[in-house]
């Protein structure tokens, strides 16, 4: 009669357990996104002042400059939020209890440009 030795396994570890496989899904889907609003929203948001071409910023309405200057702002301090969620969204721990905030940073990341891209596309009449 032979005796069959079990090798002895490890305890498995709660955090190992719980490592989300999914998690690189959410960051990557908005790193791509990301990569093509991004530069649309800097090229039609720059190219937005030609808005004001017919009437001169001086005399244009002062919903479009309103609107104008709403966009600028965007662009210019909706830089470092997107670059703070979008670095978020890929450090967080990879498990499961994070999928929830890794969404909702990669979500995060996409609203600056696309509010800019509405903005551009909802301008009002000179």
Same mark, same amino acid.
């Given at each position: 009669?032979?005796?069959?030795?079990?090798?002895?396994?490890?305890?498995a570890?709660?955090?190992v357990?719980?490592r989300?496989?999914?998690a690189?899904?959410a960051?990557l889907?908005a790193?791509?996104?990301?990569a093509?609003?991004?530069?649309?929203a800097?090229l039609?948001g720059?190219l937005?002042?030609?808005?004001?071409?017919s009437c001169?910023p001086?005399?244009?309405? =002062?919903? $479009?400059n309103t609107q #104008?200057? /709403?966009i600028?702002?965007?662009?210019?301090f909706?830089?470092l939020?997107?670059l703070?969620a979008w670095?978020?969204?890929w450090?967080?721990?990879?498990?499961?209890?994070?999928s929830?905030w890794?969404?909702?940073a990669?979500i995060?990341t996409?609203? =600056?440009p $696309?509010f800019?891209l #509405?903005? /551009?596309?909802t301008l009002?009449?000179?």
């Open positions: 009669m032979t005796t069959q030795h079990i090798a002895a396994q490890p305890p570890r709660a955090d357990a719980e989300d496989s999914r690189w899904i960051p889907v790193t791509i996104l990301l093509f609003l991004g530069p649309a800097l039609f720059g937005s002042a030609m808005a004001t071409d001169g001086d005399d244009c309405s =002062p919903a $479009l #104008l200057s /709403v600028y702002g965007t662009l210019t909706g830089t939020p997107t703070a670095i978020t969204a450090a967080l721990p990879w498990q499961r209890r994070w929830a890794r969404t909702g990669a995060t996409l609203l =600056p $696309l800019v #509405l903005l /551009v596309f009002p009449a000179p």
